[in-house]
Antibody, heavy 119, light 108 residues
Framework: EVQLLESGGGLVQPGGSLRLSCVAS????????MNWVRQAPGKGLEWVSALSSSGANTYYAASVKGRFTISRDNSKNTVYLQLNFVRGEDTAKYYC????????????WGPGIPVTVSS | EIVLTQSPGTLSLSPGERVTLSCRAS???????LAWYQQKPGQAPRLLIYGASTRAIGIPDRFSGSGSGTDFSLSISRLESEDFALYYC?????????FGQGTKVEIK
């Protein structure tokens, strides 16, 4: 059974940094792209970032490009999202999601982790 | 960048009714790259349909997808109580995974 579990969320001040982690199990992690998707309170889904299976290719939404960094450690079955220079509009629940036959086709999702940006 | 517009924003329906949700794209793309997700309150989204019309594993056949070019739709043949939820379309081609803004299907 595929399982994804996010951690590292919480309260962060504007301009601050936070690193989210997502540990995966139940599939061959190193062969699939991984993604982060977020959802602000009461709002819709926003795709944030994707990382190819090897880690060689990264993709970002315009709203986070230059501030967020996605990475992975295939030896630990873990994908990360480094959030830098955070803003109030980054407040959201962040979901880790597994790519499938296409990198950004998301066939399994974690339960999500909340991030709140506030002073 | 492709923008997906879903309509209507909210649908109020009764169990047993048929519903069709719309997803319109700002530019044409292959139907290979269109997916639908369902999200219930407090839960993560779940993949329903990919390639515009292929049901994901475990999805009941009352769910069907269709469309091409810029116009795509998701239909539910007979609404069951567990189908009242939010539905999102997604384009997953190229270097982006953009979502539509969602359609809420609520109980009338």
């Amino acid at each position: 059974e595929v399982q994804l579990l996010e951690s590292g969320g919480g309260l962060v001040q504007p301009g601050g940094s936070l690193r989210l982690s997502c540990v995966a199990s139940g599939f061959t992690f190193k062969t699939y792209a991984m993604n982060w998707v977020r959802q602000a309170p009461g709002k819709g889904l926003e795709w944030v970032s994707a990382l190819s299976s090897s880690g060689a290719n990264t993709y970002y939404a315009a709203s986070v490009k230059g501030r967020f960094t996605i990475s992975r450690d295939n030896s630990k079955n873990t994908v990360y999202l480094q959030l830098n220079f955070v803003r109030g509009e980054d407040t959201a629940k962040y979901y880790c999601a597994k790519g499938s036959r296409y990198q950004m086709l998301l066939d399994h999702w974690g339960p999500g982790i909340p991030v709140t940006v506030s002073s | 960048e492709i923008v997906l517009t879903q309509s209507p924003g909210t649908l109020s329906l009764s169990p047993g009714e048929r519903v069709t949700l719309s997803c319109r794209a700002s530019q044409s793309f292959s139907s290979d790259y269109l997916a639908w997700y369902q999200q219930k309150p407090g839960q993560a989204p779940r993949l329903l349909i990919y390639g515009a019309s292929t049901r994901a594993i475990g999805i009941p056949d009352r769910f069907s997808g269709s469309g091409s070019g810029t116009d795509f739709s998701l239909s539910i043949s007979r609404l069951e109580s567990e189908d009242f939820a939010l539905y999102y379309c997604q384009y997953y081609g190229s270097s982006s995974g953009v979502f539509g803004q969602g359609t809420k299907v609520e109980i009338k």
